[in-house]
T-cell receptor
C-alpha cells in the first residue's frame, strides 16, 4: 500500500460543476497538507495549504483535512475549462523541510 | 520577480553516462528540493538543500547526488545513468524557515531527461 493514495481518474465534468478530489494516507505523523495543480509540461503550482485538521477556503477552492480519518479533499466550485489539469495532493510531517510525499495525481477535464 | 529556473529543459543521455542538472531558486529563497516525476511512481522526493547543507534525503541510490552553492543555486548529478532514470526532474525553492511560516514551495518547469 502506498503512503498516499489518490484516485488517478481521469475525471471529466461539465463546466460549472462542483469537483471533489480526494486523498487518503496512512502516516499519522503528517500534519501539513497541500494541493498542487500541474498543467501539461509545467511544474506543479501550489493551490492550497492546510495545517492539521480543518477547512480552508480560497476563492473557488476549498480544502478539507480530516486527520482522524486520514482523508483530505479539495473542492472546486464553478469549475472552468482552465481548471483542466492534474491535481496532486502532498503531505509532510517535517516542521522545517520540504520533503513532501505526493499522491499519484488525479487528471481532471472540465468540458465547456 | 523571476521564478525557479531549471536548465537544461531537455536532455538525452546514453546509459552509463552521467548528467548534471541546474536549478536557480527564487531570489531570497534558501531551500532547494529536488523531485523525480515518472508516470509509474509519480513525484518522489530526492533531497533538499538549505544553506549549502543537505537537510533531507529521499530513498534513492547513491548515484543521485546534489549540492548547493553560496548563492543558493543547486545542482543535482546522476552518475552511471540507467534507462529507469528517464524522468522529469523538478526542483522547488522556498524560504526555508519553520513550516508554519513558510508554506509555499515554488516549482520550476523541470528538466526532462531521456536515457537511451
Amino acid at each position: 500500500q502506498k503512503e498516499v493514495e489518490q484516485d488517478p481518474g481521469p475525471l471529466s465534468v461539465p463546466e460549472g460543476a462542483i469537483v471533489s478530489l480526494n486523498c487518503t494516507y496512512s502516516n499519522s505523523a503528517f500534519q501539513y497538507f497541500m494541493w498542487y495543480r500541474q498543467y501539461s509540461r509545467k511544474g506543479p503550482e501550489l493551490l492550497m495549504y492546510t495545517y492539521s485538521s480543518g477547512n480552508k477556503e480560497d476563492g473557488r477552492f476549498t480544502a478539507q483535512v480530516d486527520k482522524s480519518s486520514k482523508y483530505i479533499s479539495l473542492f472546486i466550485r464553478d469549475s472552468q475549462p482552465s481548471d483542466s489539469a492534474t491535481y496532486l495532493c502532498a503531505m509532510s510531517s517535517d516542521n522545517y523541510g520540504q520533503n513532501f510525499v505526493f499522491g499519484p495525481g488525479t487528471r481532471l477535464s472540465v468540458l465547456p | 520577480k523571476a521564478g525557479v529556473t531549471q536548465t537544461p529543459r531537455y536532455l538525452i543521455k546514453t546509459r552509463g553516462q552521467q548528467v548534471t542538472l541546474s536549478c536557480s531558486p527564487i531570489s531570497g529563497h534558501r531551500s532547494v528540493s529536488w523531485y523525480q516525476q515518472t508516470p509509474g511512481q509519480g513525484l518522489q522526493f530526492l533531497f533538499e538543500y538549505f544553506s549549502e547543507t543537505q537537510r533531507n534525503k529521499g530513498n534513492f541510490p547513491g548515484r543521485f547526488s546534489g549540492r548547493q552553492f553560496s548563492n543558493s543555486r543547486s545542482e543535482m548529478n546522476v552518475s552511471t545513468l540507467e534507462l529507469g532514470d528517464s524522468a522529469l526532474y523538478l526542483c522547488a525553492s522556498s524560504l526555508g524557515g519553520l513550516r508554519r511560516t513558510n508554506t509555499e514551495a515554488f516549482f520550476g518547469q523541470g528538466t526532462r531527461l531521456t536515457v537511451v
